[in-house]
C-alpha cells in the first residue's frame, strides 16, 4: 500500500479491516465470523486456514482454497497479531479477538 508524504498510509486501517469484511461476506454468503489459524488439520506443517460459521454458530462448509484464500486475506490485514493462537473474526464487528479469549464459545 502506497504510503502519503507524511509516512502514513494512503488507505486508513479501520478501511481495510472494512473492506475485508465485505471481501469475504460476497466470497463466503451467510458468514458470521471466521475462526484463523495457522493449523490446517489436514496438513503436516502449518497452513492457514479457515473455518466459517453463521450467525446461528453452524459450520458453513468451504473448499480448501476458500479456507487457505480468507485465512491469508485476515492475516495479511493483522500481521502483528499473535498468530500462535487461532482468533475469531466477526465480520460485522470487522475486529479478531484470540479465540480463547472469546466466551460463550461452543466446542
Do not use: Y
Not at 458470521?32 to 495457522?38: D, E, G, P, Y
Not at 446461528?56 to 462448509?61: C, N, Q, S, V
Not at 490485514?77 to 493462537?85: F, L
Amino acid at each position: 500500500m502506497l504510503a502519503m508524504p507524511s509516512g502514513t498510509l494512503a488507505c486508513p486501517h479501520t478501511a481495510r479491516q472494512h473492506r475485508l469484511a465485505a471481501q469475504l461476506t460476497d466470497m463466503i454468503p451467510g458468514a458470521a465470523t471466521i475462526r484463523v489459524s495457522l493449523t490446517d488439520p489436514t496438513q503436516a506443517w502449518p497452513h492457514p486456514h479457515a473455518i466459517a460459521k453463521d450467525a446461528a454458530g453452524e459450520a458453513i462448509e468451504l473448499n480448501r482454497t476458500t479456507a487457505r484464500v480468507a485465512a491469508r486475506w485476515v492475516l495479511r490485514v493483522w500481521p502483528d497479531a499473535d498468530w500462535s493462537r487461532p482468533h475469531i473474526f466477526d465480520l460485522a464487528a470487522t475486529t479478531p479477538t484470540r479465540s480463547d479469549l472469546v466466551v460463550g464459545r461452543g466446542r
